[in-house]
C-alpha cells in the first residue's frame, strides 16, 4: 500500500470534493457569522443534528442584497472546498437566497428597519415645500418617459418656472450611485425644490431607490425633496426618507407646483376681499376720524369755554331767581311786620306802662317817704333793708325816715317774747 502524507491526503481529498461537489445547494441556519475586515464572511451553516463552516468571499460577499443576521434561514448555492492546512472541509459560498423569502425583499425590510430606527422617516423632520417655486432639478433619465411626462404637467400648470434635469441612470448596478450623486450636486445648487424619481417597473428595475446610499443623500438634503417612483402601488426607500411622496413622476409635478388657473381664481378671490377690507378699514378709520372729531369738538378749549359760559349764566339764573324768591319772602315778611309793627309797638308800650306803674307802686310801697309813721323807720345795712332781728350787739346800722337818715349802734339786744 502506498504511503501518502497529510498534504497529499488533504490534496486528493480537496480533489475529490472539489470535483464531486463543485455546486450544491444546501438549507441551513446562520450561526457564529463573522464579517472580517477583508471583506470576507465567515459562518456555521447548521441544522437540528450538524454543522458545517462556510466562507463567502469579498467577490461574492459584495453582491449580496441583504445582510446576513444570526438565526437566519438560508439556501446557498455553493461548492464543497477542503481547507488543507487545518484538514478541514467548508462550504465556498456563491451566493446566499433567504429560505421562502426573495433576498431584496428582505433587504428591503432590513434597510426599512434600520433607517426608521435611525429617525430617517421622522414626520417631524420633514421640510415643507414652497408655495411658488421658481426653480426646481428633476433627477431622472432624460430618455425616459417619466421625464416627458414631467415636463408636461408643468408647461400646463405653471409656467413661470426654470426646470434642470439631471440625466442619470436609473437602474443598473451603478444607478444608486449616481442617483445619490446628482442629488448631492443638486442640493448645493439652491433649487427651490428636487424631484428625484422613475418610471414604473420590477422590483429589480427599481431597486437603485431602495439603496442605503441613496437614503442618505435624500436624508442629508436641505432643499425639500419628492420621491416619485413607479406607480402609486410601489413604495421604495426612498418614498419614505423624502420630504413628499408622489404616487407618479406626474403627481410628483402637481404636488410641487401651483395650477396658474387656480392661481388666477385665487387672485381673483384675494382681489375681493382685499376690496372688501379696504373699504371695511376705510369705513372704520371714517368713523374712528368723525369720533375724534366729535370727541375734540367735546373737548376744545372753545367748547370748554362755551360750558363755563353757560354754567356761569345758569349760575347767574339761579342766583337772580334764588335772590328773586328770597327777596319776595323778605318783603312778605316785611309786609307781615309792618302790618304788626304797630300792634306790636304799641302792644309793647301798653306792656313797658304796665311794668313802669308796677314798677312804681312799687317804688311808692318800698319809699319810706310814703310808708312814714310816727314811730317807725326803715333799718338798712350795708344799703341793704334788714330785719332789727339780724341785728346783733355791736351792730352798726342806719335809721332812715322820709326826712331824716340816723347812724347807730346795737347796744344791748334783748327778746321780748
Not at 423569502?101 to 428597519?113: H, N, P, R
Not at 414626520?123 to 408655495?131: A, F, S, V, Y
Not at 422590483?203 to 436624508?219: G, H, K, R, S
Not at 377690507?277 to 376705510?282: A, L, N, P, R, S
Request: aromatic residues 8%; contains cysteine; charged residues 20%.
Amino acid at each position: 500500500m502506498y504511503t501518502l502524507s497529510v498534504s497529499g491526503l488533504n490534496e486528493q481529498i480537496k480533489s475529490l470534493l472539489e470535483t464531486s461537489f463543485n455546486q450544491v445547494l444546501v438549507e441551513g441556519e446562520l450561526s457564529r457569522i463573522t464579517f472580517h475586515n477583508s471583506g470576507h464572511i465567515y459562518f456555521t451553516l447548521k441544522d437540528s443534528s450538524s454543522v458545517i463552516s462556510a466562507v463567502m468571499f469579498r467577490g461574492n460577499a459584495s453582491k449580496l442584497k441583504f445582510r446576513l443576521e444570526e438565526g437566519m434561514k438560508v439556501i446557498i448555492n455553493a461548492a464543497l472546498t477542503l481547507y488543507k492546512p487545518r484538514g478541514s472541509y467548508q462550504l465556498n459560498c456563491f451566493s446566499i437566497e433567504p429560505s421562502g423569502q426573495g433576498a431584496l425583499a428582505l433587504a428591503y425590510e432590513q434597510l426599512k428597519q434600520k433607517l426608521s430606527g435611525q429617525g430617517y422617516f421622522n414626520t417631524e423632520i420633514k421640510k415643507q415645500l414652497p408655495k411658488f417655486p421658481a426653480r426646481i432639478a428633476l433627477i431622472t433619465s432624460a430618455t425616459g418617459a417619466a421625464l416627458q411626462d414631467m415636463l408636461r404637467v408643468a408647461n400646463s400648470r405653471y409656467r413661470n418656472l426654470e426646470i434642470d434635469i439631471y440625466d442619470v441612470l436609473v437602474q443598473g448596478e451603478s444607478a444608486s450611485c449616481a442617483i445619490a450623486n446628482a442629488v448631492i450636486i443638486a442640493d448645493t445648487k439652491e433649487y427651490d425644490i428636487l424631484v428625484v424619481g422613475r418610471g414604473g417597473g420590477s422590483i429589480e428595475d427599481l431597486w437603485a431607490f431602495n439603496e442605503e446610499n441613496v437614503a442618505n443623500a435624500i436624508f442629508q438634503t436641505k432643499t425639500p425633496i419628492i420621491s416619485a417612483v413607479g406607480h402609486e402601488i410601489d413604495w421604495v426607500i426612498s418614498d419614505f426618507v423624502a420630504d413628499v411622496r408622489a404616487a407618479t413622476p406626474s403627481a410628483a409635478m402637481e404636488i410641487a407646483l401651483p395650477d396658474t388657473n387656480e392661481l388666477y381664481q385665487y387672485i381673483d378671490s384675494l382681489s375681493s376681499q382685499m376690496s372688501q377690507t379696504v373699504e371695511q378699514k376705510i369705513y372704520t378709520r371714517s368713523q374712528e376720524l368723525t369720533h375724534l372729531k366729535n370727541s375734540f369738538a367735546q373737548h376744545s378749549v372753545d367748547k370748554k369755554l362755551a360750558q363755563r359760559e353757560e354754567e356761569i349764566k345758569q349760575l347767574k339764573e339761579n342766583f337772580s331767581q334764588t335772590m328773586a324768591f328770597k327777596m319776595q319772602g323778605y318783603e312778605r315778611n316785611m309786609s307781615n311786620i309792618a302790618q304788626r309793627l304797630p300792634q306790636a309797638v304799641e302792644s309793647q308800650l301798653n306792656l313797658a306802662q304796665n311794668q313802669l306803674l308796677n314798677l312804681q307802686k312799687t317804688l311808692e310801697s318800698n319809699n319810706p317817704k310814703f310808708k312814714s309813721k310816727k314811730g317807725f323807720a326803715q333799718l338798712s345795712q350795708n344799703a341793704q333793708v334788714i330785719d332789727i332781728d339780724s341785728l346783733s350787739v355791736g351792730d352798726e346800722f342806719e335809721a332812715q325816715s322820709a326826712s331824716v337818715v340816723i347812724k347807730a349802734k346795737v347796744l344791748t339786744k334783748e327778746n321780748i317774747l
